[in-house]
């Protein structure tokens, strides 16, 4: 061949870098939750939001995000309230899957906070946080713009 031998300074590198693997859901998860793992860790994953030492927590979301709605289920069947007689007559109560459900919401909003699956969570992860109070003021007084 003739001509120019190639430079690397001619090599464009790739672009982004390789897709970091998923990782497998625990074996100790129910169907239900995996199915959820599945679902939502490979975007957790390319937001680099899942690191190894956060995969139980992130199960614990997982789990109740499907016992939401497994109980959004069971409540769609059987309803939200049942009537029982009392001795100041008869009454609604909310029913056991009702209260559940509740529970399952609050553990997902507080769980699903660390990793940012709300829009409001989102934004606050993205922005990196708080970071030093005092960073700016100090690039300033050393000259830094």
Excluded at 22 to 37: I, K, L, Q, T
Excluded at 58 to 87: K, N, P, S
Excluded at 130 to 139: A, I
Aim: hydrophobic share 40%; with cysteine; glycine share 8%.
């Amino acid at each position: 061949m003739k001509g120019a031998k190639p430079k690397v300074d001619n090599v464009i590198p790739m672009k982004g870098d390789a897709p970091r693997p998923v990782p497998n859901a625990p074996d100790w998860m129910s169907s239900e939750g995996r199915a959820v793992w599945d679902r939502l860790a490979p975007e957790l994953v390319r937001k680099e939001r899942l690191e190894p030492h956060h995969e139980d927590m992130f199960a614990g979301f997982c789990e109740a995000t499907a016992d939401f709605i497994e109980l959004t289920q069971c409540i769609a069947l059987e309803g939200r309230t049942y009537v029982v007689e009392t001795r100041n007559g008869m009454q609604q109560k909310k029913t056991a899957n009702w209260q559940a459900r509740i529970d399952a919401i609050a553990n997902m909003r507080q769980l699903g906070a660390v990793f940012g699956m709300s829009p409001v969570d989102d934004a606050r992860v993205s922005s990196g946080g708080q970071g030093d109070l005092f960073d700016e003021v100090m690039r300033k007084l050393n000259g830094g713009n």
